[in-house]
């Protein structure tokens, strides 16, 4: 990496941190910038214009995430084994954060707002193929069920994040089984 680009990746590391503690509503330029200890006119040097900078923070983000679900569970586990551990961790105290970034995101993109919609659907894209590489199932079956586990673990999120942790308890339990 040039020093440029060492430069650039150092700043999106604090500006993720600020989104994560902050929310998106933080994800303004100059909150950026101070977050950063830069100024707005040299982010603008990094980055095209600020939907570019917000685009590259929501996915310094999610490789986040991506990076600790990977430490943390191992690839080709059958369905309900996968959904357990995913949910397990997503529900620490540590991930809350990505999956509140993640629905604020995801409720900009239902919105039709920029870059929200189309960072999202990137970041999605991104969930199918990791989920893709954990579950234990053939090419075919793939195809099917990784877009339902998705699916399924997006309902279950957004049931615990609206109060109903009992509710997406008891789904997750009988879609392990019925999956199994």
Known sequence: MSSREDRRDALLDRMADHVL???LAGATLRPLAAAAETSDRMLLYYFAD?????AAVLE????????????MIAPRLPF???LHAVWAALASPQHRPYMSIWYDLAAGAARGLEPH??????IADGYLAWIEGRLAQDAHS????APLFLAALQGLYLLDAIGRPDIASDAMTALAKECA
């Open 117 to 122: 919609r189309k960072v999202s659907g990137v």
């Open 50 to 54: 600020k939907d570019e900078l917000v």
């Open 21 to 23: 503690l902050e929310g």
């Open 60 to 71: 310094k983000i999610a490789a986040r995430i991506l990076a600790d679900l990977n430490d």
């Open 142 to 145: 793939l195809t099917q069920t």
């Open 80 to 82: 309900g084994t996968l």
